[in-house]
């Protein structure tokens, strides 16, 4: 499956149905009177986040989204049946926002949420309405009303425990190729990942999502290489991984350089929690090794962790490091069950 994250669609809901004009003919009833039902109610258009889906790839090939018309009124003072709602299925952790692309809508980030876009129209009055005591037989029906039409962008962002971060080719596709069941793409060139990717890593019997954001360069967060896009997933979660090639000439500046776009990218991403890691390490001899390891903790301000996905050299440590960033931002999130709201 293709990954889509960003896609404009079209949205109407759907018109009220009309009022009826009706008058009552039954034998023996001389005066029967007007009996005309009032139309249904147009269709609305909702989104919903649903379980089971990471992409936005169905809205490539469908961009119309339109509710059904509100049935018309009938005599006997029938109703028209509501026309049928249109339900917009999206991934958890879509944002909905308006033709301009920069004003939100709505943003559901939990499964079952939804979101009315589009409300159907009023259903028109049938002439039971307008019966009084100087006209007993008025011969005039409202229409339906029309619903709403709008454009809409929808973007997602996916939510996950930790993403990975750092240049191209630092190695972030082969970790979590190793420490989870996804199958990113792996080439020895830059940028042979052009799409988020997530999985799920375990380590002690616990487990989180890990979501492997494509390479980081100068001038991402302006949008170079489309980082910004890149970045915006990167905000929703909790922990980062910062990988820092030991292949690179200068690690301090490597690690300066992503640093600063995240920075710069704001959106909180500066606050998260990060795990330092010094990848492909079996490259190095263990002078080389101890050496990259001081110039990166002395850029950085912290010990970094010596990795090899490849050999599976410092992964479980990698792993654990991350779990326990990532219990202690879940435990800072969750509800405090000692307020009398949530006593029972």
């Excluded at 999985?199 to 487990?207: L, T």
Aim: a negative charge; charged letters at 25%.
């Amino acid at each position: 499956m293709k990954f889509l994250d960003q896609a404009k669609v079209y949205i109407r809901s759907g018109d009220g149905g009309a009022g009826s004009v009706s008058f009552r003919r039954e034998r023996f009833i001389e005066f029967g009177g007007p009996d005309g039902g009032d139309g249904g109610r147009g269709g609305d258009v909702w989104a919903e986040a649903v379980d089971g889906l990471n992409t936005l790839i169905d809205y490539r090939y469908q961009q119309h989204f339109k509710a059904k018309t509100g049935q018309h009124g009938m005599g006997r003072d029938r109703t028209g049946a509501k026309g049928a709602d249109v339900t917009l299925k999206v991934p958890v952790g879509t944002q909905i926002f308006e033709e301009d692309n920069e004003t939100l809508i709505c943003d559901l980030t939990e499964v079952g949420q939804r979101f009315r876009l589009a409300a159907g129209g009023n259903g028109g009055f049938g002439n039971t309405h307008f019966k009084s005591s100087t006209n007993r037989a008025p011969r005039r029906a409202n229409p339906g009303l029309p619903g709403e039409e709008r454009t809409i962008w929808l973007r997602l962002k996916l939510i996950a425990d930790a993403g990975i971060v750092g240049l191209p080719n630092a190695g972030k596709s082969t970790f979590l190729a190793s420490v989870t069941a996804a199958r990113p793409k792996i080439a020895d060139y830059p940028f042979t990942t052009l799409h988020p990717g997530l999985g799920v890593a375990r380590i002690d019997a616990r487990e989180f999502v890990l979501a492997d954001i494509p390479g980081l360069i100068e001038g991402a967060h302006e949008g170079v290489g489309i980082g910004d896009r890149f970045l915006g997933h990167v905000e929703r979660t909790r922990v980062l991984l910062h990988l820092v090639s030991a292949r690179e000439d200068d690690p301090g500046a490597a690690w300066k350089t992503v640093r600063a776009e995240l920075d710069a990218y704001g959106h909180g991403l500066s606050e998260k929690p990060e795990v330092l890691v010094l990848s492909q390490a079996d490259t190095l001899s263990e002078a080389d090794r101890a050496e990259m390891l001081g110039t990166l903790a002395a850029a950085a301000g912290r010990e970094p962790i010596a990795m090899s996905a490849a050999t599976g050299e410092g992964v479980e440590k990698v792993l654990r490091a991350l779990m326990t960033m990532v219990e202690d931002a879940r435990a800072a999130e969750a509800p405090d069950t000692t307020d009398e709201r949530w006593v029972r």
